[in-house]
């Protein structure tokens, strides 16, 4: 099993559809970007693996994981967009600042999901520190990155069978 593959081992690979055609939209925050490009390197990287053309993955910046929803609403209006996949870092501070981004991005993309009628993937990590986060960027616990693009491939397949 390779390590892509090992990131993916809690979805079911089978049956899986033929996104050669399909065009996604990346938006990746800027905050921790140290982990967050590494994120949108699975996820670009697993859409490539699945059959999606380089040329139909678009990305966009956005400073920080608050306005992943913003972001990610700009390209989920855009007709010739399938799905959107949002990545961000938000680490647990000693603040609350985190919950209320934490909270307010799940609600908006959520609701730009349904607004828009086609996949928005929360792919926001919520560690309590860094070391937590580096697991989950390509360390010891996969990549989310890639389970983000993948939920976004299954959900593209389920909307042409099910919408
Ligand atoms: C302000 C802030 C803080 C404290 N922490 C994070 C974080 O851990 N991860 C992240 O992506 N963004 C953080 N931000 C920035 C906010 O997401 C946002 O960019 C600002 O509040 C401006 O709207």
Same mark, same amino acid.
């Given at each position: 099993?390779?390590?892509?593959d090992?990131?993916l081992?809690?979805f079911n690979t089978e049956g899986l559809?033929?996104?050669? *055609?399909?065009?996604?939209?990346?938006? %990746? @925050?800027?905050?921790?970007?140290? #982990?967050?490009? !590494?994120?949108?390197?699975?996820?670009?990287?697993?859409?490539?693996?699945y059959?999606?053309?380089?040329?139909?993955?678009?990305?966009?910046?956005?400073?920080?994981?608050?306005?992943?929803?913003?972001?990610?609403?700009?390209?989920?209006?855009?007709?010739?967009?399938?799905?959107?996949?949002?990545?961000?870092?938000?680490?647990?501070?000693?603040?609350?600042? *985190?919950?209320?981004?934490?909270?307010? %991005? @799940?609600?908006?993309?959520?609701? #730009?999901?349904? !607004?828009?009628?086609?996949?928005?993937?929360?792919?926001?990590?919520?560690?309590?520190?860094?070391?937590?986060?580096?697991?989950?960027?390509?360390?010891?616990?996969?990549?989310?990155?890639?389970?983000?693009?993948m939920?976004?491939i299954k959900?593209?397949?389920?909307?042409?069978?099910?919408?």
């Amino acid at each position: 099993m390779s390590s892509a593959d090992k990131n993916l081992s809690v979805f079911n690979t089978e049956g899986l559809p033929d996104i050669s *055609n399909k065009k996604f939209a990346i938006v %990746v @925050a800027e905050w921790n970007n140290e #982990i967050t490009e !590494k994120l949108f390197e699975g996820a670009y990287q697993t859409l490539v693996n699945y059959g999606a053309a380089e040329a139909n993955i678009l990305r966009g910046n956005v400073p920080g994981s608050f306005e992943l929803t913003l972001g990610a609403h700009w390209f989920a209006q855009r007709e010739d967009i399938d799905a959107v996949i949002a990545l961000g870092v938000v680490i647990q501070g000693e603040t609350k600042h *985190n919950d209320y981004i934490n909270h307010a %991005v @799940a609600q908006g993309i959520t609701n #730009i999901s349904i !607004k828009n009628n086609k996949p928005v993937i929360f792919g926001v990590l919520t560690p309590n520190n860094m070391e937590q986060a580096i697991d989950r960027a390509g360390g010891a616990f996969g990549n989310k990155g890639d389970e983000a693009a993948m939920t976004a491939i299954k959900m593209v397949g389920l909307k042409d069978q099910i919408a």
